[in-house]
């Protein structure tokens, strides 16, 4: 079976700062893996995405995650805070490019301080 | 990526009724699926809405308390049935083409 764990519900970073959300997955077959930002009162948008290939993805508004199957995890990091960034964060994981049956973490919740 | 149109975007409702969310994409898609995200956890597949056939559902969830539809490639339905309190949730619309996105999801108060 397929998990997806992400530590910290809340994280607060300063306008500015070093972003790091964290996610394990455990999974029994090669996984495929996403991010997820969730605005209030809106759906879901997909961040970045691995399936294959290059272990480091780029995704939209400067986030990038990097996938490690040595501690199976795919942590989203951003150089530098913005206050937009403020958002809950997902990370999801699939067992298949074929299918949209995505599993999901708890959530992160980003607070941006100024 | 295609556009999910989610109807209603939010709704109050009495024990004991019932609500139908629609799910209208913009494009032709092969996979649909309709997601709970209970108030403070994350998001639970409850089905995948198959087109011209029932719907497949996750452990926990029933046809019964969850009925769906999807009578084409752009277009499905979730009714909560006799609802209670305890089906307060945002409700959420995922498709797939070739990669999974989402409506903008149903906020639904049970009082």
């Known amino acids: 079976a397929q998990s997806v764990t992400q530590l910290g519900s809340h994280v607060s970073v300063s306008e500015g700062a070093l972003v790091l959300l964290r996610c394990n997955y455990s999974?029994?077959?090669?996984?495929?893996l996403f991010w997820y930002v969730q605005y209030p009162n809106q759906g879901l948008q997909l961040l970045l995405k691995?399936?294959?290939?290059?272990?480091l993805v780029k995704g939209i508004n400067g986030f990038e995650a990097e996938f490690k199957k040595s501690e199976t995890s795919f942590h989203l990091t951003k150089p530098s805070a913005h206050m937009s960034d403020a958002a809950e964060y997902f990370c999801?994981?699939?067992?298949?490019?074929?299918?949209?049956?995505?599993?999901f973490g708890q959530g992160t919740t980003l607070q941006v301080k100024p | 990526s295609a556009v999910i149109s989610q109807k209603p975007s939010r709704d109050i409702c009495q024990r004991g009724t019932s609500l139908t969310i629609q799910c209208q994409v913009d494009?032709?898609?092969?996979?649909m699926f309709w997601y709970r995200q209970q108030p403070g956890q994350s998001l639970t597949l409850i089905a995948t809405a198959n087109q011209g056939s029932e719907a497949t559902y996750e452990s926990g969830f029933v046809i019964d308390k969850f009925p769906i539809s999807r009578p084409n490639l752009t277009f499905s339905t979730l009714t909560v049935s006799n609802m209670s309190p305890e089906d307060s949730s945002i409700y959420l619309c995922s498709a797939k083409d070739s990669e999974a996105f989402f409506g903008q999801g149903t906020r639904l108060t049970v009082v």
């Open positions: 494009s032709q898609v092969t996979m």
């Open positions: 999801a994981v699939t067992r298949s490019s074929n299918t949209g049956k995505l599993i």
């Open positions: 999974s029994s077959v090669p996984p495929y």
């Open positions: 691995y399936t294959t290939g290059a272990t």
